[in-house]
């Protein structure tokens, strides 16, 4: 039994853990019309709880929530300008709408910090020992 490494408390368990898939350029092949470049892959599990899991989902919900709500109100108030100024929709407007949904965003990484996780501060994936190790060998992430 291992523990969960996001809080270091919990028993993890396997359907809360996280697969993170690492690639590797590896040789290349050539033959007369086509130049393969081969890669590596492996995928390293992250031991989770059940606690944890549940943290990042919550977190991962507020985001897309906060994200499409501050889109609508940008659109709301570029439209709203337009109406109180007749004429074309123009560079204004779309600065406003511009300005609401930074606002948005601004005001939602603000709340986030106030939603109660269980996992510890500054639990970085790519931190995870055995990633860390694969890392400084030369693996990469498919998200860098
Ligand atoms: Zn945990």
Not at 16 to 30: D, E
Not at 65 to 79: C, D, E, P
Not at 88 to 95: D, N, P, R, V
Not at 135 to 144: P, V
């Given at each position: ?104 965003i601004y005001l939602s990484r603000l709340l986030i ?32």
């Amino acid at each position: 039994m291992s523990t969960c490494w996001y809080c270091e408390k919990n028993v993890a368990n396997a359907g809360s853990s996280k697969k993170v898939i690492l690639y590797k350029k590896g040789g290349v092949t050539a033959t007369r019309r086509l130049i393969t470049q081969h890669y590596q892959t492996i995928d390293v599990t992250i031991t989770g709880c059940l606690l944890c899991k549940e943290s990042y989902d919550r977190i991962n919900r507020f985001t897309a929530v906060a994200l499409t709500l501050s889109s609508l109100a940008g659109v709301l108030a570029a439209i709203l300008i337009d109406l109180l100024n007749p004429g074309y929709f123009g560079l204004a407007e779309i600065c406003i709408g511009i300005m609401v949904l930074a606002l948005g965003i601004y005001l939602s990484r603000l709340l986030i910090k106030k939603i109660p996780v269980h996992f510890l501060k500054g639990k970085d994936p790519m931190k995870y020992p055995e990633i860390a190790e694969k890392l400084a060998d030369g693996w990469k992430d498919y998200k860098s």
